[in-house]
């Protein structure tokens, strides 16, 4: 039976919300449901900071999925600017218009110009379209990858969403969108976009919670395998990797294992499916030098 999608203003509570994130397969704790939920009943943006691979992304696929919005995602990268993220003229298109209104005879400039800036010919990029789709989830993935002045374009729009567009005029929201922003913190956030947003920083999962994601995610997976999934990335976590695995990494481990047939874990097991848990070399050759996966079994 078809799940009814529901709106923003109907979701009451956090624990409504952490009800509606489960049916989706995603457990939320108290405090990153409580966060999301101010988040959309005062319509303002969700900044999330974490390690990569904790279920900053995910959040906001999940919400999209609640709601039944479609998820509009923004992927962060320095050099990021305006007619990347806001809008741009299909030129290509236009120069086609100008050539079959020329064959045609049309000479009238005034006519031809405001037919060649005609909604039409305009690309909507991920700002933009956001503010047109009612409703509609926002995904500003990884800002901290984008320069600082992407920033100021996007704390203009944060701000009243809307988008002034000269030829055609301003662009307003009917209906905000529900914006997340992520950051691995690769650097600093600035200040005027942080205190736009509502934050909230994503830690690892404890082991009892990493347990849980992994029994709802992959209905396959045997307690004793998560539990002894869990227990060997909460020991990466603290074996000094250059990248330790996130809840993300887990999971595809997870699995890579049930893809082998596997019902628990064995260190030789561990070590052939390594790459898919660890994407550095070099923690390639911490975790197999220190032994670490030589008592999961206990």
Known sequence: ?????????????????????????????EGLATAAFLALRMGRPLLLEGEAGVGKTELARTLAAVLGAPLIRLQCYEGLDGPQVL???????QLLHLKAAEAGGVTDAARL????????????????KAVETQPSVLLIDEID???????????EVLSDFAISIPELGT?????PPVVVLTSNRTREVHDALKRR???HWLEHPSFDREVAILLRRLPACS???AEQVAKA???LRGAGLVKPPGIAETIDWTEALLTLGARELDPDLAAATLGALLKHREDHETVLGNGIFGDLRR
Do not use: K
């Open 1 to 29: 039976m078809l799940r009814r999608t529901i709106e923003a203003s109907e979701v009451q509570s956090p624990g409504q919300l952490t009800e509606l994130l489960d049916q989706e397969a995603y457990l939320a704790d």
């Open 87 to 93: 809008y741009d003229w299909d030129f290509a298109r």
């Open 113 to 128: 110009e405001g037919e060649v800036y005609d909604r039409r010919f305009l690309i909507a990029r991920p700002l933009l």
């Open 145 to 155: 990858r984008a320069d600082v002045e992407f920033e100021a374009i996007l704390l």
């Open 171 to 175: 662009v307003r929201a009917e209906r």
């Open 197 to 199: 947003c509502l934050y």
């Open 223 to 225: 307690e004793t395998l």
């Open 233 to 235: 990335a909460v020991r």
